[in-house]
């Protein structure tokens, strides 16, 4: 069984910066891809970034240029750096990961982008 467990999140100004953590537990070479996925009350959950085994990256428009998703295989570990936040990023923060036909996710991390 897959297990991710997200961390990181927590209150932040306009324009300020949060690093997200995804560990996984075994590697994450195993994972065909892994993404960060965000959720709003009454909206569907929306791809924020992704990366696949082999390194590229993907992200929304609305992302792109203040976010950046890296991993740490050692650490079995997926971050999402966000700079630049903006109180529309306000959100639970999903991390994803496709192995094979099946697709698991983490609990999800509150991010809230307020003054």
């Known amino acids: 069984q897959v297990h991710l467990v997200e961390s990181g999140g927590g209150l932040v100004q306009p324009g300020g910066s949060l690093r997200l953590s995804c560990a996984a537990s075994?590697?994450?070479?195993?994972?065909?891809?892994m993404g960060w996925y965000r959720q709003t009350p009454g909206k569907q959950r929306e791809l924020v970034a992704e990366?696949?085994?082999?390194?590229?990256?993907n992200y929304a428009d609305s992302v792109k240029g203040r976010f950046t998703m890296s991993r740490d295989f050692a650490k079995s570990t997926v971050y999402l750096q966000m700079n630049s936040l903006k109180p529309e990023d306000t959100a639970v923060y999903y991390c994803?990961?496709?192995?094979?036909?099946?697709?698991?996710w983490g609990q999800g991390t509150q991010v809230t982008v307020s003054s």
């Open positions: 994803k990961a496709d192995k094979y036909i099946s697709a698991y």
């Open positions: 075994g590697s994450i070479l195993s994972f065909n891809v």
């Open positions: 990366i696949t085994r082999g390194g590229s990256t």
